[in-house]
């Protein structure tokens, strides 16, 4: 979707360096991006080092400090059988992270676990085969483990429980990302962690997926603050409109946002945003014509996405248009933001710890 590309058809040019000056424009300084299969997780390594090297070459170029993830997603696991061997295929999985640390681009093992909601991908036998597989690889080597689980607890618990009881793992913690459960499951989750005893540390981080209905809303604030990390899974898992969630979002919410921002209200006048929306209230039958809008919360402007490259970018626009239903990393803060506000806490708090966890677990 970056490089603008959607389900296999072309959209518009390819994007990633001005997603990642917003990102940078919007105090995001550091991103781990995930790997989902071997492919993927050597072309994101690829654009990593490609990045870097822009970077050095032009030192007015500000981006965001770039890591990765190398491991097989379970709804990809059926790579393993695809390939010209089982072993063949972990092996380059094996030489690509080790590769990777020593470029110091890749920072964990992951992503990978069991996702029972998505078994149209992968049959449950197989994702148990192959988590149980890369754990194993995992064991290798010194890297926290970025780990998905969708509605398969009992099983991700079980699974996991040999490698931490025996202390297989070289390094100690654990990231459940993207996480959905409810309280058994959290509960579950950290039991896992109270009943070793060989120091293993169990996170969990929160993305909009979490914020989608009133039950995930619920657990946010039963994760302790120093087990709390932030994530957008961008592209994908943004904070949409219909989600309870929504109404916790404001303008201008906290420190993601860059100080520099004119107030929205002006940005709408001066752009001819506001104008294009009264017309559009007046006269119904226009309203079709009124194809530039701004986000919701801040004062970018939204397109869809085969409208992309026609957009004329107007001199007061900061930042390159955000695309409808493409989640982006400058929108960290609305996590945040919503997790702020559940909590009942300060968002300067959730920020800082999450970043300090992010840090400790992923250098
Ligand atoms: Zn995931």
């Given at each position: 979707?970056?490089?603008?590309s959607?389900?296999?058809?072309?959209?518009?040019?390819?994007d990633?360096?001005d997603?990642?000056?917003?990102?940078?424009?919007?105090?995001?300084?550091?991103?781990?991006?995930?790997?989902?299969?071997?492919?993927?997780?050597?072309?994101?390594?690829e654009?990593i080092n490609?990045?870097?090297q822009?970077?050095?070459k032009?030192?007015?170029?500000k981006?965001?400090?770039l890591?990765?993830?190398?491991?097989v997603h379970?709804?990809?696991?059926?790579e393993?059988?695809?390939?010209?061997?089982?072993?063949?295929?972990?092996?380059?999985?094996?030489?690509l992270?080790?590769?990777?640390i020593?470029?110091d681009?890749v920072?964990?093992?992951?992503?990978i676990?069991?996702d029972y909601?998505?078994?149209h991908?992968?049959?449950?036998e197989?994702?148990?085969?192959?988590?149980?597989k890369?754990l194993?690889l995992?064991?290798?080597f010194?890297l926290?483990?970025?780990?998905?689980m969708?509605s398969?607890?009992?099983?991700?618990?079980?699974?996991?429980?040999?490698?931490?009881?025996?202390?297989?793992?070289?390094?100690?913690?654990l990231?459940?990302?993207?996480f959905t459960?409810?309280k058994?499951?959290?509960?579950?989750?950290?039991?896992?962690?109270?009943?070793?005893?060989?120091?293993y540390k169990?996170?969990?981080?929160i993305?909009g997926?979490?914020l989608?209905?009133t039950?995930?809303?619920?657990?946010?604030?039963?994760?302790?603050?120093?087990?709390?990390?932030?994530?957008?899974?961008?592209?994908?898992?943004e904070?949409?409109?219909?989600?309870p969630?929504?109404?916790y979002?404001?303008?201008?919410?906290?420190?993601?946002?860059?100080?520099?921002?004119?107030n929205?209200?002006?940005?709408?006048q001066?752009?001819?945003?506001?104008e294009?929306?009264?017309?559009?209230?007046?006269?119904?039958?226009?309203?079709?014509?009124?194809?530039?809008?701004?986000?919701d919360?801040?004062?970018?402007?939204?397109?869809k996405s085969?409208?992309?490259?026609k957009?004329?970018?107007?001199?007061i626009?900061?930042?390159?248009?955000?695309i409808?239903?493409?989640n982006?990393?400058?929108?960290i803060?609305?996590?945040?933001?919503?997790?702020?506000?559940?909590?009942k806490?300060?968002?300067?708090?959730i920020i800082?710890?999450?970043?300090?966890?992010?840090?400790?677990?992923?250098?």
């Open positions: 979707m970056f490089s603008g959607y389900h296999g058809r072309k959209h518009h040019r390819n990633i360096l997603v990642l000056k917003k990102a940078s424009r919007h105090h995001v300084v550091d991103i781990l991006l995930t790997g989902s299969s071997l492919d993927e997780s050597k072309r994101t390594i654009i490609s990045l870097r822009q970077v050095t032009d030192d007015t170029l981006l965001p400090e890591y990765s993830t190398v491991g379970p709804c990809t696991v059926l393993f059988e695809s390939a010209e061997s089982v072993e063949q295929h972990l092996k380059e999985l094996e030489n992270i080790s590769e990777g020593k470029s681009v920072r964990a093992f992951g992503e676990g069991l909601d998505r078994l991908y992968t049959p449950m197989k994702q148990l085969v192959y988590f149980e890369q194993q995992a064991a290798k010194d926290p483990l970025f780990l998905h969708r398969a607890c009992e099983d991700f618990i079980n699974t996991l429980k040999p490698f931490l009881d025996n202390n297989l793992l070289k390094n100690k913690n990231l459940v990302h993207s459960g409810d058994t499951q959290l509960e579950q989750l950290f039991q896992l962690e109270k009943s070793n005893p060989h120091g169990i996170y969990i981080s993305n997926a979490g989608r209905d039950s995930t809303l619920e657990i946010l604030p039963l994760i302790p603050l120093d087990r709390l990390m932030l994530e957008t899974d961008s592209p994908w898992c904070i949409k409109r219909t989600h969630s929504w109404k979002l404001s303008r201008s919410p906290n420190a993601f946002y860059p100080c520099d921002y004119e929205y209200e002006l940005v709408e001066r752009s001819g945003v506001r294009l929306k009264e017309n559009s209230v007046k006269n119904k039958k226009n309203s079709n014509n009124t194809n530039l809008t701004l986000f919360f801040l004062p970018i402007p939204t397109v085969d409208k992309f490259d957009f004329q970018h107007a001199h626009f900061e930042d390159s248009p955000l409808k239903s493409r982006e990393p400058c929108l803060g609305l996590v945040a933001q919503v997790i702020s506000e559940v909590r806490e300060d968002p300067q708090k800082d710890s999450a970043y300090q966890n992010s840090k400790q677990v992923f250098g």
